[in-house]
């Protein structure tokens, strides 16, 4: 079964600095996706970035982009130029591409900026 | 607008006393799925749904039911709810499983107190 490890409960950032949020996963799959979402003190999720498991390039979403190291199987999300509104939890998150199998979520990373 | 709408928003209830939580999507999306959150376990999925009278167990089903009658709709139902039901619940779509990339529309989640 697959699974997400997110090892920082929370993180701090000085406002327009750039911060990492470490994502590693465990599948023996060769066909996957990874989602990176983010959930503000309001409460929704909110979509980032996608990356496929054969995707050469890292995905990039405006400040957001997706450091995909295959082999290590990591895929942490870099924010560049951190803001004041980027303060949430931040979940990484999995699906196979094959089966049934849901869509598996770590357990998050709560970032905060400071002004 | 394309979007997933759950009710209620907030329930409080009382151990015992059955309760639907709504879930309706309008972009005839095919998946559509259960996940509670609860503090440091991130989203675990309980029930999906392939296709109308398509549904199969998440990772913690227990107890739980849906129905999907209608592609739009997705309700959750909690014949006895108990404490430990207490939870933020999302309700998520998507358009199929697929091979491609498929993005996961969430609810805006439904906190739901069993006293």
């Known amino acids: 079964a697959q699974k997400i490890t997110q090892t920082q409960p929370g993180m701090f950032v000085q406002e327009k600095e750039a911060v990492t949020l470490d994502c590693t996963y465990d599948?023996?799959?060769?066909?996957?996706?990874l989602f990176w979402y983010k959930q503000p003190s309001s409460g929704e999720m909110i979509f980032l970035i996608y990356?496929?498991?054969?995707?050469?390039q890292n995905a990039t979403e405006g400040r957001y982009s997706l450091n995909f190291q295959k082999a290590r199987k990591s895929a942490n999300l870099v924010i560049s130029a951190s803001q004041l509104g980027d303060s949430a939890m931040y979940f990484c998150?999995?699906?196979?591409?094959?089966?049934?199998?849901?869509?598996?979520f770590g357990k998050g990373t709560r970032l905060s900026v400071i002004a | 607008e394309a979007q997933v709408t759950q009710n209620p928003r907030y329930l409080i209830t009382v151990t015992g006393k059955k309760l639907t939580v709504t879930c309706s999507q309008n972009?005839?999306?095919?998946?559509m799925s259960w996940y509670r959150q609860d503090p440091g376990l991130g989203l675990r999925q309980i029930y999906y749904?392939?296709?109308?009278?398509?549904?199969d167990k998440g990772d913690v089903p227990e107890g739980y039911k849906v129905s999907r009658k209608e592609k739009r709709n997705f309700p959750l139902i909690l014949e006895s709810p108990s404490p430990n039901q207490t939870s933020l619940y999302f309700c998520?779509?998507?358009?199929?499983?697929?091979?491609?990339?498929?993005?996961?529309?969430f609810g805006p989640g439904t906190r739901l107190t069993v006293l």
């Open positions: 998520a779509s998507s358009l199929t499983r697929g091979l491609t990339y498929n993005e996961q529309f």
């Open positions: 599948t023996s799959d060769q066909s996957y996706g």
């Open positions: 990356q496929g498991s054969y995707d050469e």
């Open positions: 998150a999995m699906r196979l591409n094959s089966g049934n199998t849901p869509l598996v």
């Open positions: 972009m005839n999306h095919e998946y």
């Open positions: 749904s392939m296709n109308v009278e398509v549904t």
